[in-house]
């Protein structure tokens, strides 16, 4: 049990942002096309954290074109270039999965001064 704990702590980044659903992230991630390297960002609240350790994940959801889209980010993954904070929000939940049925202002999160 000890040995898949060491073996998972080496992979794990160290400098990471305090994440929390409710808040605006822009994730920057590494893109390869063809032969091709470059860095895209996605930047929306986050609705959910899921796992932990190794395995941790988080889903960023944004409105592009008024569309919503979900993205599922694995935190720890060498793809991930970084991670930061925009705004803090002011949640209650764990899970902001009803943020889905809102559509404008209704789907805005307050901010956490």
């Not at 993954?77 to 803090?88: A, L, M, Y």
């Not at 002011?90 to 899970?95: C, M, P």
């Not at 999965?97 to 809102?102: G, K, P, S």
């Given at each position: 049990?000890d ?16 994440m929390?659903?409710?808040?605006t992230v ?5 893109v390869?096309?063809g ?12 609705i959910?954290?899921?796992h ?5 994940t ?18 720890h ?12 929000g ?6 902001l ?6 559509v404008?202002?209704q789907?805005?999160?307050k901010?956490?001064?």
């Open positions: 049990m040995l898949v704990k060491i073996l998972s702590e080496r992979y794990m980044k160290p400098e990471l942002p305090e929390n659903v409710g808040d822009r994730v920057t991630v590494r390869k096309e032969n091709r390297e470059r860095n895209q960002a996605f930047e929306g609240t986050i959910a954290k899921k932990g350790g190794i395995n941790e988080i889903t960023v959801r944004r409105i592009s074109y008024n569309v919503g889209c979900e993205k599922v980010f694995p935190v993954s060498p793809s991930i270039v970084s991670v930061e904070t925009v705004r803090k002011k949640v209650r939940r764990a899970k999965y009803y943020i889905r049925n809102r404008g202002k789907a805005k999160v901010e956490r001064l």
